[in-house]
């Protein structure tokens, strides 16, 4: 069982930069892959970037690259989520997730472990 919560989320105008960030307590957290996942009113959640256990290994959706970095401190329990140039549809819950897979990988079923989500709203 890993807990993870999320904090960091706001208001931000378009343009604009956040950083999320993912506090996880419980098992080992180097023995997990990490991920951000969002959810905007009305569509389904869907991937915005993974993180292997050795932070070596990312994976991107199309929609943000260049423009978010996933990070992770395994010293910490932490993993971070950079947003730069946010833009009006950036603007969803965004959830941590945690999973064993052996794999990096980037759908939400690979996912055991998930956060509460947390706010990010981008206006113009």
């Known amino acids: 069982q890993v807990l993870l919560v999320e904090s960091g989320g706001g208001l931000v105008q378009a343009g604009g930069s956040l950083r999320l960030s993912c506090a996880a307590s419980?098992?080992?957290?180097?023995?997990?892959?990490m991920a951000w996942f969002r959810q905007a009113p009305g569509k389904e959640r869907e991937f915005v970037a993974s993180?292997?256990?050795?932070?070596?290994?990312?994976l991107y959706a199309d929609s943000v690259k260049g423009r978010f970095t996933i990070s992770r401190d395994n010293a910490k329990n932490t993993v971070a989520l950079q947003m730069n140039s946010l833009k009006l549809e950036d603007t969803a819950v965004y959830y941590c997730?945690?999973?064993?897979?052996?794999?990096?990988?980037?759908?939400?079923?690979?996912?055991?472990?998930w956060g509460q989500g947390t706010q990010v709203t981008v206006s113009s």
């Open positions: 997730a945690a999973s064993n897979s052996p794999f990096i990988g980037t759908t939400t079923a690979m996912f055991g472990y």
């Open positions: 993180i292997g256990r050795s932070g070596v290994s990312k």
């Open positions: 419980g098992r080992t957290f180097s023995n997990y892959i």
